[in-house]
């Protein structure tokens, strides 16, 4: 079976063309005054900061030099050639370092813990007052908006040096964080299920716990498995202020000057990281589906 196909007169087709080219050429424009825009703010900006790229050219041979010393024994060797020498302190980093991960794990859980009792009444389609949700979200505004290092210093000053802090640095950073996202998660969920179980006569606890609650665990879950990752990185950064773990070590190396722990630390937290990564993606992914680990 055949098909015609129009074709448009000349002048007819021509105002079509004319019309097409004006509006490409006004994209283009756009495009073009945005493009200017945005390096222009790029360049204020940078100007604001300070940031000089002569000055990044001419000290950058200090940062490959530094590199080059991390990965270079006493004797002059490179650390790869004698892993034994390398390595020596093996035994105290691995202690420091399941130190840092209960850190991260405490934290993470009991922050967890707190932004799930919090973010129901955060969450604008659950929150039994308006005075309450304010009140709620400016409290896990304020809690992830401080950094977690400034929380450990804090807490250092108060309780002295150790584990504690970075605990209690890490829970209240994590509770803001998680509070933020799971109050999102809820504002998502169907509440056609609150409206049948509120029918019944229910309280709002109930309709919490048997129409909300089962859409949004899994999210929960998932989004604490990601918090807990990063909470790893950030109690190894912790030890810098005194708050426990494998980053008390590490300061300590930077600070003698003891350059090839420096480079065994960091590569013992990377593999850390590395292995936490894939062992809490392929846990999402168990629980959740694929879709979970992206």
């Known amino acids: 079976m055949t098909s015609a196909v129009s074709i448009l007169p000349a002048a007819q087709l021509a105002v079509l063309n004319d019309v097409y080219r004006a509006a490409v050429a006004r994209k283009r424009w756009r495009m073009a005054l945005a493009a200017v825009i945005f390096f222009a703010a790029l360049f204020v900006a940078a100007l604001g900061?300070?940031?000089?790229?002569?000055?990044l050219f001419s000290y950058f041979g200090n940062f490959v030099s530094y590199f080059e010393r991390i990965l270079t024994l006493e004797d002059g060797t490179r650390v790869w050639s004698n892993p034994a020498e390398w390595f020596w302190g093996w035994n105290k980093w691995l202690k420091m370092l399941a130190e840092t991960i209960l850190i991260s794990y405490v934290g993470t859980m009991i922050g967890a813990v707190l932004a799930f009792a919090l973010n129901f009444f955060a969450a604008q389609n659950t929150s039994p007052a308006p005075w309450l949700r304010f009140v709620i979200r400016r409290l896990l505004e304020f809690a992830r908006t401080v950094p977690g290092i400034v929380f450990a210093l804090i807490f250092v000053i108060a309780?002295?040096?150790g584990p504690m802090a970075g605990v209690l640095a890490i829970a209240i950073h994590s509770t803001g964080a998680l509070g933020k996202l799971f109050s999102?998660?809820?504002e998502n969920a169907d509440m056609k299920p609150v409206e049948g179980v509120r029918s019944t006569g229910a309280s709002w606890l109930s309709c919490m716990r048997f129409a909300v609650l089962p859409q949004v665990s899994a999210g929960y879950a998932s989004y604490a498995l990601l918090r807990f990752e990063i909470n790893v990185r950030e109690a190894s950064v912790m030890g810098f202020?005194?708050?426990?773990?494998?980053?008390?070590?590490?300061?300590?190396a930077i600070r003698k000057f003891y350059y090839s722990d420096v480079s065994a630390i960091l590569l013992t937290i990377i593999i850390t990281?590395?292995?936490i990564d894939i062992g809490t993606g392929w846990l999402r992914g168990r629980l959740f589906g694929k879709e979970a680990r992206a």
């Open 273 to 275: 990281v590395f292995i």
């Open 184 to 186: 999102e998660i809820v």
């Open 49 to 55: 900061a300070e940031v000089n790229l002569r000055t």
């Open 241 to 252: 202020v005194g708050a426990g773990g494998i980053g008390q070590e590490l300061v300590v």
């Open 159 to 161: 309780f002295g040096l």
